[in-house]
């Protein structure tokens, strides 16, 4: 897999749009690596995350590996391009019960429209990392789209 | 479809467990509509839920939505059942823009064990409603696990 | 929602590409309704389509039920184009037990590039219809791609 | 992961159940790989099993790859348990063009009532394997139900 344009360029491009999405301030989301095809987010756990028992509400894990899927697509698209999902699924194995979580967004098929991406959240409680939810997603390339900046 | 036990004890269940959910004060949200099998929740733009295009982000759509469908099935199940999401997929139809959200959840199969839900999320702009997003969403009904609240 | 050309062509596009899949003919299954962003599959029970309980097995209920989101979907896409499923996901809601079997597929929102679908499927038991499986479907429509027919 | 009982138990369990599916004699498919959590099942391409372009169908990867990712969970579930999918998303990669098919299931998630696993449909065209679809899947595990085999 390779990059569009020089590394440089697409990790400012992710880094760039990731500053633009209130909705990672809300979740306290900071990128901890992005590499061409591979995003991963972590947050800490926040009382304004949970679900009726505490732990990390499944959308709140679902809004966090969403950003990481699309941000890995987006480090292997056009330098003007935007990144759209289309669609994600994702399975819960186990409550979302940690003080920390990584969320890793990876590319399995980039693609010139169509771009599929899965994702995968680990809960980290008490020094052990935990396998908590898998998230298939597809995302679109954007280009020339006016609208999408209006 | 009959709700478990009277209409005050199934929504006032799903009321108390909405209050404990971190995440619907952090979206703003409100519950609008509780019935048998089928509930609404509804919430206002705020930048704090937003992608980088200023739109709603998928993962905020989704966590509404998770909620609207899981409180759906509650309404169904015993009175000191838990209600659990194994996994949901959402499609995207449209970039979620606009002032308020509406977002229905409805029981399509309810079942002793496994509830299935489908979720429909509204976008109101300048007075028109759109719908923006469809989920399906499978949901589990917990009874006696004491895990659930430790 | 209105069929690109007249009602002759996209019906004949459907039935003629219909005819072509070989997995329709395993399947017995017939065009029982196509209408602009409405397509229905008919089909039989048969012994070459069960799982171990005797029942149809869920990935053929999923084939017709993919062809009948894909046509359409088909009908709602210019006279040259190609439709090609991106993913599904169904829910198996009650075991797939009967004589006879229904699948609709329905558009739920057209577009250029990104069609989305939504599937039932019926079975028709000792005179019964019960609903036994939902789909959600995204495709894409395809133009001046030979590599589709080499 | 530990299989229930002794490897002979497991996996001629999974041998009787998929002998009796009249859908895998349709599909020409063969158990290739039968371990705890892991399942492989391959098929040569056939006319039968076609979509309008002359490759599989996807309904037909799917058809397969449920029963690898079916089987696969149940080699972990106790011996006299059987397995139902509860619901199943799957991804096209990429048309499933190819003499012949290999179909992984792999549990990511073995549990007392819900199991999660995976399918990779892996296509060999001209001696080149290409990764062509991917699955998530939710299984049930249902004992002392009568009704599943009357």
Known sequence: ???????????SRVRQSFGQQGAMRT????????????????LDWAEGLTQQHGFLHAGMVSTALDSACGYAGLTLMPAHAAVLTIEFKINLLAPAK?????????????????TVAEGRAYAMDRGQEKLVATM???????????????
């Open 27 to 42: 979740l306290g989301a900071e990128l901890t690596h992005v590499a061409p095809g591979a995003v991963d987010i972590c």
């Open 136 to 150: 298939g997603c597809t995302l679109m390339c954007v280009q020339d789209r006016e609208g999408l900046s209006d």
């Open 1 to 11: 897999m390779t990059a569009s344009g020089n590394p440089v360029d697409y990790e």
């Open 98 to 114: 940690g003080q920390r979580f990584r969320m890793e967004g990876r590319v399995i098929k980039p693609g010139r429209t169509i």
